[in-house]
């Protein structure tokens, strides 16, 4: 059993390797040497960054699913849910400070508080507060994205954009067929927003490493 363990940690560690090279590098090895070192340093922060957003993803399906049904937990769900966003500005500060952390979570939960109202509106039929929440959930998704374009030169604010938005576009899509009561679509977008999340995680960790690589070293 330890055998097989230390086996497939190998493969995680060389498959890391591979995911956290720049494309450039694996193309033509053109990149400094220190930029094909995967350092223990390299691959924990790419690690964190996958398990906040992965929970990122699953404490929101959990949220949709208490919101729509009227479970009991849903307050608490939304808690755990919160926190999670103060936990993913919390990652960032070692980089970028403590004010610029605290702003990320803010953002964050406003994301989360407006996720909230659509789901709400989506369940009472409410188009008119549908078309509302939305609206302003897209523009604190350009807010996302712009604060972070501006905190570092390799997350281009249009790449954000994008994958900010393919994010809300995953989430849209498991509540209405949650609504619908179409469950295999439910569980198919809830797959394809976790997978979307993961490189998302991969994006960021992979930006922070080009930004400070020395303390990657």
Known sequence: ????????????????????????????GKEPGSALCITPSKVKLNQDLRRLWVDHVGWTRSYTISA?????????VLDRLLKNQQDIGDAVKPFYGEAAGNKLAELLREHIQLAGGVIDAAKAGNQAELAKFNKEW????????????????????????????????????????RLKKDWKADILAFDKGEDHMIMY?????????????????
């Open 138 to 177: 897209y523009r604190n998704a350009d807010d996302i994205a712009k604060f972070l374009s501006a905190a570092n030169p390799n997350w281009s604010q249009k790449e954000q954009q994008d994958m900010l938005y393919a994010h809300l576009q995953f989430v849209t899509d498991q509540v209405t067929a």
């Open 1 to 28: 059993m330890k055998r097989r363990f230390l086996v497939v940690t190998l493969l995680v560690t060389m498959v890391l390797s591979f995911t956290l090279l720049p494309i450039g590098a694996h193309a033509a």
């Open 201 to 217: 995680a991969d994006m960021l960790s992979n930006g922070i490493i080009k930004q400070f690589p020395d303390k990657f070293k």
């Open 68 to 76: 729509i049904a009227g479970v009991e937990d849903q307050k608490d």
